[in-house]
């Protein structure tokens, strides 16, 4: 069974700039999340969607940072105009379900924002 | 708000010596107790989740037990590749999971 798709594996970009990460899920899976993980730190939860539609986006910095999952299968986190504490590791995991699934995670996206 | 406290940060043991990690939390309507383990520059391996105090896992060397407090990690006689960073994660309700900041962890031959 595949995994969690993500990409790019790592970006480096200058402050101000704009990036975009690209998920796809485990096939089947209806609930699809982004995690922050900053060096050294547990991963951060930063927006949950359930098929195409959000649960819980109140860690997301919605100034800076948007995400959509269209047809409710893949889903894209975009960060704009980006600053140096943005640089971490952009995880994305899904489960079958919200609740007490087992919820698996991709290999990340690498930003370094300098 | 939802909190996970894991100890020690870091832990260094000989092959062969066992040892236990420890993860503290306090949630609201607790859903599962995660345990995932991540090697440097990949994404967190799920290990196991337990879902009421008193359960028990056991996958290989590694054990997880979990009370209505806590949840340890029992490693016996570790090898040198069960070296990794072990992330401890509670989800409640229909959230996402909140993670501890992981004990990284040492197996010297």
């Known amino acids: 069974e595949a995994g969690v798709a993500q990409s790019p594996r790592y970006k480096i970009i200058e402050k101000r700039q704009s990036v975009a990460f690209w998920c796809n899920p485990i096939?089947?899976?209806?609930?699809l999340y982004w995690y922050q993980q900053i060096l050294g730190q547990g991963p951060k939860l930063l927006i949950q969607?359930?098929?195409?539609?959000?649960?819980?986006d109140s860690q997301l910095p919605k100034d800076r940072f948007s995400a959509e999952r269209l047809k409710g299968v893949d889903s894209t986190l975009k960060i704009q105009p980006a600053k140096l504490e943005d640089s971490a590791v952009y995880l994305c995991?899904?489960?079958?379900?919200?609740?007490?699934?087992?919820?698996?995670f991709g290999e990340g996206s690498w930003l370094t924002v300098v | 708000e939802d909190q996970v406290t894991q100890s020690p940060e870091a832990l260094r043991l000989q092959e062969g010596e066992s040892s236990s990690l420890n993860c503290s939390y306090t949630?609201?309507?607790?859903?599962?107790l995660f345990w995932y383990r991540q090697d440097p520059g990949k994404g967190p391996e799920f290990l196991f989740t337990?879902?009421?105090a008193g359960e028990e896992k056991e996958k290989e060397r590694l054990k997880a037990t979990l009370t209505k407090k806590e949840s340890f990690l029992h490693i016996t006689a570790p090898k040198p590749e069960d070296s990794a960073t072990y992330l401890c994660?509670?989800?409640?309700?229909?959230?996402?999971?909140?993670f501890g900041k992981g004990t990284h962890l040492i197996i010297q031959p």
């Open positions: 949630v609201s309507g607790l859903r599962g």
């Open positions: 969607f359930q098929n195409n539609g959000v649960v819980d």
């Open positions: 337990l879902y009421s």
């Open positions: 096939s089947g899976h209806a609930t």
């Open positions: 995991a899904s489960s079958l379900g919200f609740s007490g699934n087992t919820i698996y």
């Open positions: 994660a509670v989800q409640a309700s229909l959230n996402g999971l909140t």
